[in-house]
């Protein structure tokens, strides 16, 4: 509880011809936390909508542009009354930029929220309309009534990191849907060999795009100490290659460092999600998907590779068989087992260990 002090001044009056004086008494109170502003910021490719709930109780609404100059606007518009906690979503390159100028700025507390946690906030709100507005409004809500979390801004290079992960995942993506367009080419006897040539071209640009960016990812990662020694902690699984690394490691390092291992889990969307009711439902679990899907989709491939070439990864797979898992579940263990490994090697600084993965039966 923070206290408040109040000077107040007694004159007394004179004696036996002494002249008057004056002496402070200082009266300590109860008073309210200056961290009692509120704030939400719905962000969208161009414009900030923002809403503000003061100390009386009042919201305050405004849109802003989303450029530096809007941003600075709009910090200033928060500043004017103390101390604000300020929530946004996670909307990709859209946000960060804000979002690294509201970290900066002193007299702002942000946190960067799950866009499903807003979404299941607002279902619980009962709300009918979805505008730019009412979601801030949501937004504002959600900062005042739930659990505030610090964010984290990540370090230049990682990001850097991460934006070249995610375009080579794009053109991974686009490659594949060449190479299924190439196969239904050659399916029929009808397609033009122009249109068969065309897709072969581009399928070699695409390759070279991406060994471009693994070139470049590479060197990033090699001229940073944290970022190779943690290249070489993954790199060290029997699974995880070059390219799989690239696409793993961003995506754990822009974790908080105080996050456990249950919170990496869960960020990539790989817990278990069960559903049952009464007597009458009882539903297979699952994973929730809640999270990062990149990180969930770089795990599925080193998983696949792992349970051939990693002894131990493999003896694991083979006692979910064996229990009578369904090979996709067996994966998706694997995959969250893969996780929980990461986390150790980081963590402790430690190249893979495959007894600590599984110990295989005598």
Not at 29 to 52: Q, W
Request: charged share 25%; aromatic share 6%; with cysteine.
């Amino acid at each position: 509880m923070e206290l408040r002090a109040c000077i107040h001044n007694v004159r007394h009056p004179s004696r036996d011809g002494k002249p008057e004086f004056v002496s402070s008494l200082i009266i300590l109170f109860p008073g309210r936390m200056h961290k009692n502003l509120f704030a939400g910021c719905d962000i969208s490719k161009h414009h900030i909508d923002a809403c503000l709930l003061r100390v009386d109780g009042r919201r305050h609404r405004s849109r802003f542009k989303n450029e530096p100059s809007g941003h600075e606007k709009l910090i200033q518009w928060l500043c004017r009354g103390g101390i604000v906690r300020v929530v946004i979503e996670a909307t990709g390159h859209y946000s960060l930029d804000l979002a690294l100028a509201l970290e900066r700025t002193a007299g702002i507390e942000l946190m960067v929220a799950n866009p499903r946690a807003v979404k299941t906030f607002a279902s619980a709100q009962m709300r009918r309309s979805k505008t730019d507005r009412l979601d801030a409004e949501v937004i504002c809500d959600f900062a005042q009534r739930m659990q505030f979390v610090p964010w984290q801004p990540p370090d230049e290079a990682v990001l850097k990191l991460r934006g070249i992960s995610r375009r080579m995942q794009a053109l991974t993506t686009e490659r594949t849907r060449e190479l299924t367009r190439l196969e239904d080419a050659h399916a029929t006897q009808t397609t033009s060999g122009i249109i068969i040539n065309d897709i072969e071209v581009n399928l070699r640009h695409l390759e070279r795009r991406l060994n471009e960016m693994l070139r470049q990812a590479l060197k990033i990662v090699r001229s940073h100490s944290r970022l190779e020694t943690a290249f070489n902690r993954l790199t060290s699984v029997r699974g995880i290659a070059e390219k799989s690394a690239i696409m793993i490691l961003p995506e754990v390092l822009i974790l908080p460092a105080e996050m456990s291992i249950r919170q990496w889990v869960a960020q990539a969307g790989l817990d278990p999600r069960r559903h049952s009711s009464g007597s009458s439902i009882e539903k297979n679990e699952r994973i929730s998907k809640v999270g990062n899907v990149r990180l969930r989709r770089a795990l599925y491939m080193p998983a696949l590779v792992a349970i051939r070439w990693e002894p131990n990864v493999s003896a694991f797979y083979e006692h979910l068989i064996a229990k009578g898992k369904k090979p996709i579940v067996a994966v998706v263990a694997v995959m969250r087992k893969l996780l929980h490994a990461i986390y150790g090697m980081l963590k402790h600084d430690q190249d893979f260990d495959g007894s600590k993965f599984y110990q295989i039966p005598a």
